[in-house]
């Protein structure tokens, strides 16, 4: 696609349940990023998948949280158990290698209540 | 470990005015440099992308220059705007690392 799509949009859950995030990058771009963005906080890193590389997962703060890349494509992070704590931007970008620029999408706004 | 600086966090002028924001990084060995905008709530807006064998690059009343032995970037904003208000962020690639490092932004607010 044209841009990087993500979805839901806005999210709204209860403690305890979980949910699933999905990211569509750019097509062709091999690297995709997650991100979570607190309110009036900094980006903080999650996780990167890089082709067919295993995944770095350092950023992901617990065990409740896991993503995959299926087919070199879409990716759906996902967080089970939700805590309040986990409310925050979920950001998602893509790109072709170190060289090439991040494009980021919109995001989807988790509120866990 | 790259470490990526924005001075100054804040910023306030009166429509007009030229905006001057400042990136440094501590690993000068960086594939490029990218710019962002981030309005409250949303997502990230690219503006400006250097590549490491560019000094600067320009799009409409934007300019960014690079210089990559001082560990710097300056993002220049031309008669700003209240439209312009938002957060600026500078992020680099990694070199051996997977991590984009990003700044910590600078607040920008352009009164009309």
């Known amino acids: 696609g044209a841009g990087v799509s993500q979805s839901p949009s806005n999210k709204v859950t209860e403690k305890g349940k979980d949910v699933e995030l999905r990211c569509d990058p750019i097509s062709g771009h091999t690297a995709l990023y997650w991100y979570r963005q607190s309110l009036g906080q900094g980006l903080e890193f999650l996780i990167y998948f890089q082709g067919n590389s295993a995944p770095d997962k350092s950023g992901l703060p617990s065990d409740r949280f896991s993503a995959e890349r299926t087919g070199g494509s879409v990716s759906t992070l996902t967080i089970q158990r939700t805590q309040q704590e986990d409310s925050a931007v979920y950001l998602c970008?893509?790109?072709?290698?170190?060289?090439?620029?991040?494009?980021f999408g919109s995001g989807t706004r988790l509120t866990v209540v | 470990k790259q470490e990526v600086t924005q001075i100054p966090a804040a910023l306030s002028v009166p429509e007009g005015e030229n905006l001057v924001l400042n990136c440094s990084f501590t690993d000068s060995a960086i594939y490029n440099l990218q710019w962002f905008r981030q309005d409250p709530g949303k997502g990230l807006t690219s503006l400006l992308l250097?590549?490491?064998?560019?000094r600067e690059q320009t799009s409409g009343r934007l300019n960014a220059s690079l210089d990559k032995s001082s560990g710097r970037s300056t993002l220049y904003i031309a008669a700003s705007q209240p439209g312009d208000s938002a957060t600026y962020l500078c992020?680099?690639?990694?070199?051996?690392?997977?991590?984009?490092?990003f700044g910590g932004g600078t607040r920008v607010l352009v009164k009309p």
């Open positions: 250097i590549q490491s064998s560019q």
């Open positions: 970008a893509s790109s072709s290698g170190p060289g090439g620029g991040y494009t």
């Open positions: 992020a680099v690639p990694p070199g051996a690392g997977n991590k984009l490092t």
